[in-house]
T-cell receptor
Framework: GQNIDQPTEMTATEGAIVQINCTYQTSGFNGLFWYQQHAGEAPTFLSYNVLDGLEEKGRFSSFLSRSKGYSYLLLKELQMKDSASYLCAFMDSNYQLIWGAGTKLIIKP | GAGVSQSPSNKVTEKGKDVELRCDPISGHTALYWYRQSLGQGLEFLIYFQGNSAPDKSGLPSDRFSAERTGGSVSTLTIQRTQQEDSAVYLC???????????????FGAGSRLTVL
């Protein structure tokens, strides 16, 4: 079967670093996405990984290990505006996106 | 348009009534998706359009749900005889092509929040 899991909620301090983990199980894999969603707003694209390794994009980085079914999103130099939900999704063999429930990130001053 | 536009942003209705939710995708995007987002759950796939045809309707929860797309642009999701369990945020997304990849990501609308009393 297919499933995907990420923590429900995390808290971090402004200026710090936080890592949001995502684990998945699937027989067919065509990449993993991270989206950011502020409350009441549209999810917006952050990153896409299809090969193993770390992809860095400014303060945000995303990592993928296909053999372990594991990804993480790393946010550095946290700002209050980073308070949002972070959605992890993998693309299965039918190019269907399977979404996690999202991780609500709370940033404290 | 510049982004994906959805209307209404909020809809409160009584159980048993029909509702229509509208999505205006980004101009030129051939692929359009409807998702349902409930509290504490991942995005639930409902239906996918490529142009005006829907090759994948597998996610529609029941025959009370239907969707259409006209002119390769605007889409309408209709829920008949609404039930309380239909309460959720309905998100629409579009992409340039139907083959999702890192170069062809989904652009979402802000959603239509449906509350069935």
């Amino acid at each position: 079967g297919q499933n995907i899991d990420q923590p429900t909620e995390m808290t971090a301090t402004e200026g710090a670093i936080v890592q949001i983990n995502c684990t998945y199980q699937t027989s067919g894999f065509n990449g993993l996405f991270w989206y950011q969603q502020h409350a009441g707003e549209a999810p917006t694209f952050l990153s896409y990984n299809v090969l193993d390794g770390l992809e860095e994009k400014g303060r945000f980085s995303s990592f993928l290990s296909r053999s372990k079914g594991y990804s993480y999103l790393l946010l550095k130099e946290l700002q209050m505006k980073d308070s949002a939900s972070y959605l992890c999704a993998f693309m299965d063999s039918n190019y269907q996106l399977i979404w996690g429930a999202g991780t609500k990130l709370i940033i404290k001053p | 348009g510049a982004g994906v536009s959805q209307s209404p942003s909020n809809k409160v209705t009584e159980k048993g009534k029909d509702v229509e939710l509208r999505c205006d995708p980004i101009s030129g995007h051939t692929a359009l998706y409807w998702y349902r987002q409930s509290l504490g759950q991942g995005l639930e796939f409902l239906i996918y359009f490529q142009g005006n045809s829907a090759p994948d309707k597998s996610g529609l929860p029941s025959d009370r749900f239907s969707a259409e797309r006209t002119g390769g642009s605007v889409s309408t999701l209709t829920i008949q005889r609404t039930q309380q369990e239909d309460s959720a945020v309905y998100l629409c997304a579009s992409s340039l092509l139907g083959d999702l990849s890192g170069a062809n990501v989904l652009t979402f609308g802000a959603g239509s929040r449906l509350t069935v009393l």
